[in-house]
């Protein structure tokens, strides 16, 4: 699974280089998409079944959009915020991973939403290595986002991630009495979760476009979404989809 985690990484580098103003939402998943390729990764996203399958190798949000964007003719300007979200399997085995950037100058209060929802997701990997259970992760999570004054999407989830890319359990980024009564996990050696906090800087609400696909916030107010291949080890967690450590490169991990 780190060898997928490290073409994801990978593709996160390709496609971040691009981000900037007139380049199209488009390109960077053609760009994302030549990488898997060259890479002998296998595009997760394409073809993922909905009322149309997904038609591209990377979910590319921007803006209100929250999650699932369709990479297309948009071009980004100065000021946009954009989620770009995609996976890989390698030999079998799958990453998945999301950043957001900022586009040209963002406005401060923009960028506090951009910190926090990365903040977020550092606090629940390192919540990993310090908690039993993902309620308490979760809750804390929650807390961290509404201290900030922001809100947490409620309607995606993270997830299990191996063979499939999504797999159980559901790990969701807030904890209600249902979860933990319902569906609480431990948090023990061998579990691999995708962790993907969705924070937005008004109402928690979402709503579907007409492509199917895009969910935007019902407000028109941006939405941040950061998400990493996070594996429990013995010696804590492990994240999967982050940058090459010493010794190790895209393609060649052992
Ligand atoms: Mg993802
Ligand atoms: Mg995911």
New binding site residues.
Partial sequence: MRRAGLVVWGAHQVAGALVKPGVTTGEIDQAVDRFFAQHDAVALFKGVPGKVPFPAAC?ISVNDEVVHGIPGPRALRSGDVISI???CSVGGWCG???VTHPVGTVSAEVQRLLDCTSGVLALAIQLMGARNRWSDVAQEMAHFVRDHGFSVVENFVGHGIGRKMHEDPQVPNFCSPAFRKNHDFEIEPGLVI?V?PMVNMGTKKVRVLADHWTQSTVDGLPSAHF?HTVAITEAGPLVLTAPPAEGEMVGTAA
């Fill in positions: 979910c979200d995609t996976g998945d991973s999301a995708a993907e998400e």
